[in-house]
């Protein structure tokens, strides 16, 4: 009879291991958002509420990292004195 | 907090835009919890990183990032199957800057259970060099009103001391928005089609806050990713309590629930100005609480809006707006009526 294989010989799960900011996913987007800093109160809020973390605080704006923003525009709908336009992608 | 700097997108300042949560041994600080965004800009980063494939605009990634924020130190997360998971993690990439740990579709909550067992036997025996080591899940719907729930009830029951969050998009949406226990009644999925026979699902949303309420454990909380602040503390109280916490968050699915992907949080807002989705939390020692907007509606009634303007905005509920399908909208209002009548009696701090 085969001898029964121990728990340490279990083939062990998958490990993800690669970063997935290697993943750009800035190519998804059809529409872009652009700041007007004349308008931006510094809030926040749409660095708050980015889903892609693509809005960063760079320690005097919010500036956006189009690698990863997918353009959804939440932060267009969110951002309290309308700083934020859509445009299309040109 | 020691972090690893990733070499992305390097802003200002020399502060970098990204970071693993990398915590010494050792380590005893707990991380305070921050409202003042601009600090908390300039000391956290959340427990996922860009490059996730979640759709533009999945309340999700925003569910598990501000309830990251809310984190006190070294987290283990624990994912069930579901879009999260799947878009978080596709091989090889990770989008976690936490330990993450997934098994299935029906286990979150046993696999927590297992975790938290883990920690607790290194500790006992010297090997965890920290004081605490918090255990977050994160699951979908489907995961937990339905097949996940005997392993949700059973880690429950047994008393596992983590947080476990659920983010309810209202179907199967990984698999292409299928009909829940959490999908509500006369919403169109694949599984409840509308047409001439059948007006969407036919059935009633479980009350899934209410079934962990009656496992009397430590915490129980609804929350949304649009009221943040409340959020944020819910999950503080909810990861700070010895003993299981359930968090019922509504996660707006912009595909599934076909609306712009700018108004995630708009759709989400709507959900609690109708009463549709009550903000509340509940503990044994005070029972039920109304939180946030719920509070304020409670104290001004005439803020609570009519459901039409939640289901206005979303292509699930189109057919509900024909004048034929009346009946069925004065239906839905009535048992969201009923359901905010018996919290307001509920509610230990409802005005009376
Ligand atoms: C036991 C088992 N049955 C079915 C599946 C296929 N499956 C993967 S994700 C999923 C739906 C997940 O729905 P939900 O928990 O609501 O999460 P969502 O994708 O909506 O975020 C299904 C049915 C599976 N992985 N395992
Ligand atoms: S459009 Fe969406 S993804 Fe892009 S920065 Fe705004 S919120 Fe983030
Ligand atoms: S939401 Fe608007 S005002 Fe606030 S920081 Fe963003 S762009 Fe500026
Ligand atoms: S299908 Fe829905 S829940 Fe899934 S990633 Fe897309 S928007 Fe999010
Ligand atoms: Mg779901």
Redesign the interface.
Known sequence: MAQQAGWRSLPKGGVAFRLSTDYKTGDWRALKPVIDYNKCTKCMLCWLFCPDMAIVWDGENVVVNYDYCKGCGICANECPVKAISMVPEA | MVVKT?P??P???G?P??K?WIFEPGEKKEMPLVFN??Q???TRR?A???????????????VV??ASFAFRGPTIVVTATGCLEVS????????WAVPWIHNAFENAAATASGVEAALKALKKTGRLPYDHVDVVVFAGDGGTFDIGLQSLSGAAERGHDFLYILYDNEAYMNTGIQRSAGTPKYAWTTTSPVGSVLPGKMENKKPIAEIMVAHRIPYVATAT?AH?MDFMKKVRKGIEVEGPAFIHTLSSCDRGWRH???????VTRRAVDTCYFPLWEWTPQSGYMLTDRSLAIARNPKLKQPIEKYLELQGRFRHLLKPENKHLVKELQELVDAAWEELLRKASNAPR
């Open positions: 990733l992305e997108f802003v200002k300042k502060e835009a990204y693993l965004l601009r908390l800009a300039e959340p996922l990183l860009p490059g996730h494939r979640l759709c533009a605009g999945c309340a999700a990634p925003i990032k501000l978080s993690t596709i091989f090889p990439y990770t989008s990713p943040w712009d992907t700018a108004l995630t949080l708009e």
